[in-house]
Structure formats: C-alpha cells, structure tokens
C-alpha cells in the first residue's frame, strides 16, 4: 500500500490500512508548506469544485455517503442542504478542531502535518454553502497547530486560494483562526458558536437554534470536524462514485482510529469504515495484550461511548435477519457499534486489560466531566459531581453496596436531561460499566471498613438528638 510514497521508519502504514487524510503524515521528506502540497496536487480539488455549481459539490459530498467524523456520524451534505433555501443572511463555516474527546488524538496530526489538506476542504465546503467567512476553532493545548494553521492560510492567500475572487471566479472566503481556552463542552457544536461569540460556552436549545439555521451571530452556519473536511478534499478529487466504494453501505470512506491504552502498538491507523474488526485491530495492528496480560475491554469512540466486554456475545439485527455476534467479530462501522449498545465517536478504541480495576476506570472518567460540566443543566452539574464523588469513596475503599445503586440512579436521572449530549456523556460510561461489572464494583465495597461504621454511628447518634 502506499507504494509511491516513503514514510518514516518505523510509521509504515499496516497492511490492512488505506490512507486517504493521513497519507501524508509521518511522510519522509515532507513539510507543511504549501509548495511541498502542490507538488503532491495539492489544491486541484478546489480547481475541480470551482467549475462546478456549488450545488453540484454538496451533491457529490450527498452521494459519496460521507458521515460526520466529529463523533454523531450525521451525513455530511444533508447537514449542509439544512440552510434555508430563502436564506439572504451571512452563511458561516466553522471547523470543529476542539478536540477534547478523552482517547482521541488525530485532528491534532493531520493540522501538524497537513494543514493545507484541511484548508482546501474548507474552501470547497465553504464554495458550496455560500459561505465568505469562516473559522478554525483550535483547543489552547494546541499552540503549535494554530501557528502551522496561520502560515498555512498566509500562504493560501498568497496563491489566491483564500481572498477575493478565488482563482478567478466570483467566489470570496476569508479563513480566521480562534483559540478556545480548552474546554470540552466547546467541542459541542452550539457551545463553541456561544465561545466564538466571546460568551459563556452555554450550549444553545435545540431546537430552535439548530446552527444550519440559527448558527453564529444567529446566521446559518455549517459546523464540521477536521477529519470530516478533509474528506471533502478527497471526494472532490476521487469522485463521489469513486469514494462510496471504499468501506461499507451507509458507512463508506475511511476512518481514522487511535488505539490507546493496554495494548502493545498504540498509535492512529487510517481504514476502510465497517472493513476490519475488532480483532484485527486489537491484534494484527494492535500487537495483542501486553505480556502476560488479557484484554478485558474496549471503550469503542472515546470515553463518553459505552464500554463492551471482550467476552460478549451481542444480539442484533443485520438486514432482516437477527444474528448473535461476538465482540471479536464486531466490524468497526457506525451502525454496528450503535446495535452493540455503543457509538463509534469519535474513533478514540481505549483498551483496558485484565490488571484495570473498573472502580479506577470509572472514577477516572467520573473526574473528568465533573471537572468539564459548564454547569449549565442542573442534572449535569450536580450530577457529574456527585458521581465522581460516589466513584472516590469506592475507590478509597469508603463505599458500600447501596452507593453501587445510588450512583446507577444518579446517571439515569442525567440521562437525557441536559440541553446538550453533555449529560449522555457523562452519564453513558457510568451506566455500562455498572451493568457490565456491577458484581466487581460491589467486591470493591465493604460493610464493615471504618469509615462506614463511623458514618452510621455519627448518623445514629444525630437523630437520636
């Protein structure tokens, strides 16, 4: 694979991979200017777009199937056909580059290595909606990715791909860049327009303010991740009848997934959607367990998607037909990780083996959205709190059976009660892993340790006064 091109020693793609947004990463003899990117074709999508009707771009991203890598997997092209066709106000394009997702790393890679990749299929994403300003929202701990994002837009202008009447048609764009202050919720499409507009990140109630319609500055507005742009790049270049080949029905492309944690090869790794399982990354790319260990399980999309044990077997329905499939088998598409009871997010695979307490995972999760709740909702800001709080007395050794119940109570009463997918989040991991591991949580429980013989006896002695 990949033949024609040289990668570093030792960040050779797997056999099983197909690099399209990472082809040029980890490339040996490669920079992030933008006559290193011409040289490669750089920018003759965007020459492509321009001929065509901006109509006629958003159906080709429509037809080549593609779906939202931020995390939902929505299609791309009917989230850009959502603007008003009556609309005269400004329409805005913002990339998502927030990324925050805990287990997720590549949006970072593809703007430290090719940020013109990035800046092409914005300009192609911008030609077809009608837009003449956007945005890079860039997370603060990713200072050196909004210098490489400058010099790559200066140098855009300077070839009269970014400007006025870009490439001598009538079509103007101007790209900025804004630094967040490294808040997760920002990630969430209508709380970074809030945070773009110098307010609160207080994510916004939809509906009625759906960003397609009611976006920033209460204009239309098109919010995508990096990777997803960066596929417009290459299904302007390929052809949408072309790209629909790669990966599988209603999960075509590639996907960009980053392997973390109890496994012996971490890293990213770049396939055909739906075309490899869970096994095939686990252990053809991911190398297996770690010496004398065994996996446990697998968080599929980042932390906020639902854990699955390595030994279950998984009901669902596959056409018209119900079939029962082992977590080995489970190919890593959209659909079939949503049937397993989880979501393929954001493509951050955590791999947990069998020396992972599931207390420790789980307060560790716990810590971080109750540190990242804007507090906006109070099921979220109270709730995420008081998890996280339950999760350190079962840590601690402080907890007792009933705490089990109470926090498996706590996550439902958030569960879908929050204004954004901020309480789903927090509250998804909780519930799998209390339905998964509920017995091993409660052996980390006791009755008789000392804090709990104290509480009870402090609690007696209060209503008997």
Known sequence: MMADITYLEGKEPHALEKRLIFKNVDRKDWDTSIDTYLNVGGYNSLKKAIKLKPQEVTGQVKASGLRGRGGAGFPTGLKWSFIPPDNEKPVYLICNCDESEPGTFKDRYIVHQDPHQLIEGMIITAYAIGCKLAYIYVREEFPQAAQI??????EAKSKNFLGTN????????????????GAYICGEETGLIESL????????????YFPAALG??????????????CHVTHILSMGSEEYAKLGTPRNTGTRILCLSGDVRNPGYVEVEVG????????????????????????????????????????????????????????????????ACGSMAGSGGVIVLDNTRKMS??????????????????????????????????IVEGKANAEDIKTLEEVAY????????????????PVEAIIAKFKDELIADTSEDNTYISKEKELQQQFFQT
């Open 197 to 208: 507009e110098g307010k609160r990140p207080y994510p916004r109630i939809k509906p009625p």
């Open 216 to 229: 920033l500055y209460m204009c239309p507005t098109i919010v995508n991740n990096v990777e997803s742009l």
């Open 166 to 181: 870009i490439l001598g048609a009538d079509f103007d764009l101007e790209i900025y860049i804004h630094r967040g202050a």
């Open 275 to 338: 075309k490899i399982t869970m096994r095939q990354l686990l252990y053809d790319i991911g190398g297996g367990p770690l010496k004398g260990r065994a996996f446990k399980a697998v968080i599929p999309g980042g932390s906020s998607s639902k854990i699955l044990k390595c030994d279950e077997v998984f009901s669902i329905t596959q056409g018209d037909q119900k079939v029962d499939l082992d977590f080995w088998d489970i190919p890593l598409d959209f659909d079939t990780l949503a």
């Open 360 to 393: 420790w995972v789980l307060n560790n999760i716990n810590h971080f959205y109750a540190h990242e709740s804007c507090g906006q909702c109070t099921p979220c800001r109270e709730g995420s709190m008081w998890m996280k709080k339950i999760s350190d007395r």
């Open 149 to 154: 994002l400058e010099q790559a837009i200066k």
């Open 413 to 428: 009463q958030i569960d879908g009660r929050t204004i954004c997918a901020f309480g789903e989040a927090s509250a998804w």
